[in-house]
């Protein structure tokens, strides 16, 4: 049984949106000229791709080391209880904090994953003394700090 939320994409709708994660910001003419196709199917088929969703948005990708943002966390977090309002109060409390730009419930040992940017140790110390622990909720956080980026893509396979 085929998920609903997926839509068939053919091969040139593949190769339209490898070309846009490599760089948003290629046009329709240069896409066509890429797929050698001409642009009206070009552009009938990214706004296909943008109305149903497949292109969620268009973003620039920035260095967080160049932004004073250069010490990346990933904490792993247990919540004391799982009930379906707790859990909403605790994703409501992650997504305000600007620091954590990823956030993951998962099934397992933990209950959530977080990506966290901050300038130095010093900021994160603040982040989880004043933002993280002061839900009420959590009842451990374990945290490792990234030393290396081996791989580091916003691209889907495809």
């Given at each position: 049984?085929?998920?609903?939320?997926?839509?068939?994409?053919?091969?040139?709708?593949?190769?339209?949106?490898?070309?846009?994660?490599?760089?948003?910001?290629?046009?329709?003419?240069e896409?066509?000229a890429?797929?050698?196709?001409?642009?009206?199917?070009?552009?009938?088929?990214?706004?296909?791709?943008?109305?149903?969703?497949?292109?969620?948005?268009?973003?620039?990708?920035?260095?967080?080391?160049?932004?004073?943002?250069?010490?990346?966390?990933?904490?792993?977090?247990?919540?004391?209880?799982?009930?379906?309002?707790?859990?909403?109060?605790?994703?409501?409390?992650?997504?305000?904090?600007?620091?954590?730009?990823?956030?993951?419930?998962?099934?397992?040992?933990?209950?959530?994953?977080?990506?966290?940017?901050?300038?130095?140790?010093?900021?994160?110390?603040?982040?989880?003394v004043?933002?993280?622990?002061?839900?009420?909720?959590?009842?451990?956080?374990?945290?490792?700090?990234?030393?290396?980026?081996?791989?580091?893509?916003?691209?889907?396979?495809?």
């Amino acid at each position: 049984m085929e998920n609903n939320s997926t839509l068939r994409l053919d091969r040139t709708d593949i190769e339209i949106l490898k070309l846009l994660q490599q760089n948003a910001r290629m046009t329709n003419k240069e896409l066509a000229a890429k797929l050698d196709l001409t642009i009206t199917p070009i552009y009938e088929r990214v706004k296909r791709l943008e109305k149903t969703k497949v292109i969620r948005q268009y973003v620039a990708l920035i260095d967080a080391d160049k932004t004073g943002k250069g010490l990346m966390a990933l904490c792993m977090l247990r919540l004391e209880k799982h009930t379906k309002d707790k859990l909403a109060q605790f994703e409501d409390h992650i997504s305000k904090i600007p620091e954590v730009t990823e956030c993951y419930h998962l099934a397992g040992q933990y209950d959530y994953h977080l990506k966290i940017l901050v300038k130095d140790m010093n900021a994160f110390q603040d982040f989880i003394v004043n933002k993280l622990s002061t839900n009420q909720n959590l009842t451990n956080i374990q945290s490792s700090f990234v030393m290396k980026k081996i791989t580091d893509t916003t691209a889907i396979p495809l």
